[in-house]
């Protein structure tokens, strides 16, 4: 990739700062827990967004929360920024560093705290997979739903952080529907906790700020999530549609009619094509579109429900349906799903995934209108998307190497997001802002809005150096992406010399 920001240090100034901070650390730290050498900070330099990197002053690993409380007390002190980091697979540059700032690792804190079947709960420490969390929970016949397609190496404190979803959200919600309680620190060093064991907890509802806070507000040490039994039996449908339109009109139709699938989940052409390739999958690879219907419960609920989503998705325009007859092909036909971004990475160079949300009616005319920017920004793009939800994730194929194309799929993706703003939705479903989307804050944002968003980021962390520089963006900052806004793949005044 070759979009590399510049540092805000010069190099003698970022050599002073890193050995102030090395020095003041080492003396509250043991040194095993700190890398600063460039050959240790440069794996650190970005997450899953690759295009953007920056290598920071120094990656702390800390073992234990109170190793975390003494390094932010440090950084408080000295006014050094802080990016927390879980498992480095977020998608939006939550986790990229800052230059001048400190990379605080939470991935060696990975304790099963506990496990309670009885209440039905898990309690572990940020580090910890989200999948490990089921695979620990299964020896009592449960398991903790939100499922994203990285949960075999995504960390519970990113997925807190982002508010993560997954292919069985659309049933059994967000992870902000499912995590009871959570312990952070904050910059300043205090240990604070959110939410409780019980079903409620007095008091504003802080936990559903801090979840989905993208690092901004405090460092996750310990969360407690709720654990639901593994249904007795699950099967899905694979229904294929010669027209991506009639696919989206049968997504609604499938709520419309009070069915809610366990998971709903919609791949275009392109997409079922890269994936077939890569993991053989079985899927319809001459159909416009395909859907993956699932429902779960008894073996009658789910006979049941199987029976009345195929006579709405025929009524619908499904042109060919198959029903998985074992556990071996439902999983078969899942596994094309989950592996559709890995798969966009072997037909492309690079792929610039897209997270936008857009009301379930809108689907078909969203993506009629993506065919248009393929042509406008000459890039191809394969849709991928939780349609039960109206959470699409457009992957723009590109070579990174070339930066004009580079240019072309930033604008494409900012024109998209934009787009899912227009048709009533928003610019984020479950990736997050981070650094990607900073500037489509300011298109879905009033200036009053943003400001609120300030005032509770300076509620958490006053001296606002938790994640700084992310997600929110200033007045200035949209001021200047108002000069530079990018429309229909047009800059305004295009002949007006830019500097
Ligand atoms: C192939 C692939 C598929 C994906 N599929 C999905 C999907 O289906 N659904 C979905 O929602 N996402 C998906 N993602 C995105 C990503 O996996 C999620 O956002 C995930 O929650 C990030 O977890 P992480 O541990 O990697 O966090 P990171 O990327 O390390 O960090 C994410 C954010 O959380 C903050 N953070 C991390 N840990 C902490 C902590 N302990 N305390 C405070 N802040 C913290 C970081 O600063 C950053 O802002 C996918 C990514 C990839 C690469």
Not at 83 to 101: F, K, N, Q, Y
Not at 191 to 206: C, K, Y
Not at 258 to 277: C, F, H, N, S
Request: proline fraction near 6%; glycine fraction near 8%; include cysteine.
């Amino acid at each position: 990739m070759t979009t590399v920001l510049a540092g805000e240090l010069s190099a003698t100034s970022f050599e002073a700062r890193q050995n102030e901070l090395v020095h003041a650390l080492l003396a509250a730290v043991p040194p095993r827990i700190l890398l600063h050498r460039s050959e240790d900070t440069v794996p650190y330099e970005c997450d899953g967004l690759a295009a953007y990197r920056k290598v920071p002053l120094a990656v702390a690993l800390p073992e234990n929360e109170a190793q975390v409380q003494r390094i932010l007390q440090v950084c408080h002190r000295l006014g050094i920024p802080v990016v927390p980091r879980g498992a480095g697979t977020g998608l939006s540059g939550g986790a990229m560093p800052i230059r001048d700032g400190l990379v605080l690792s939470l991935a060696r804190l990975r304790n099963i705290v506990e496990v309670d079947p009885y209440a039905r709960t898990a309690t572990v420490q940020p580090g910890v997979r989200n999948l490990q969390i089921s695979e620990v929970a299964a020896p009592f016949g449960l398991y903790y739903a939100p499922d994203p397609s990285s949960q075999i190496a995504c960390t519970i404190g990113g997925n807190v952080s982002e508010n993560s979803g997954g292919v069985h959200c659309l049933k059994y919600g967000l992870t902000v529907h499912n995590v009871l309680r959570v312990r952070a620190v904050t910059m300043e060093g205090e240990i604070v906790e959110f939410g409780s064991l019980a079903p409620d907890s007095p008091g504003l509802d802080l936990l559903a700020v801090l979840i989905g806070s993208e690092g901004m507000f405090a460092i996750v040490t310990e969360v407690t999530v709720r654990l639901i039994p593994k249904p007795q039996t699950a099967q899905v449908i694979m229904a294929s549609f010669d027209d991506v339109e009639k696919g989206g009109e049968a997504v609604a139709a499938i709520i419309a009619a009070g069915l809610i699938p366990a998971g709903l989940e919609m791949m275009d052409k392109p997409a079922t094509r890269a994936v077939e390739e890569f993991v053989h999958a079985g899927y319809d690879t001459e159909a416009e579109a395909i859907l993956l219907c699932e429902s779960d419960g008894t073996p009658e609920e789910v006979a049941e429900e199987i029976d009345r989503m195929t006579s709405v998705l025929r009524k619908h325009g499904a042109a060919r349906i198959q029903v998985s007859r074992s556990e071996p092909e439902r999983l078969r036909f899942w596994s094309g799903r989950k592996n559709a971004f890995p798969a966009a990475g072997r037909v492309s160079p690079d792929y610039y995934c897209m997270d936008g949300t857009i009301p379930r009616r809108s689907i078909g005319l969203l993506l009629k209108r993506i065919a248009e920017m393929e042509h406008r920004y000459a890039l191809r793009c394969m849709n991928v998307f939780h349609a039960g939800d109206g959470n699409m994730h457009p992957l723009i194929l590109f070579n990174g190497s070339d930066l004009d194309e580079w240019h072309r799929a930033e604008a494409f993706g900012a024109d998209i997001l934009e787009c899912c703003v227009e048709l009533g939705g928003t610019i984020t479903g479950e990736h997050g802002v981070g650094i990607e989307k900073i500037n489509s804050m300011c298109v879905q944002f009033s200036p009053e809005e943003r400001d609120a968003f300030f005032a509770v980021k300076r509620a958490f962390d006053p001296a606002g150096l938790l994640n700084a520089d992310k997600a929110i963006p200033t007045r200035a900052r949209c001021a200047d992406y108002g000069k530079m806004h990018i429309v229909r793949g047009q800059l305004p005044f295009p002949d007006l010399p830019r500097f």
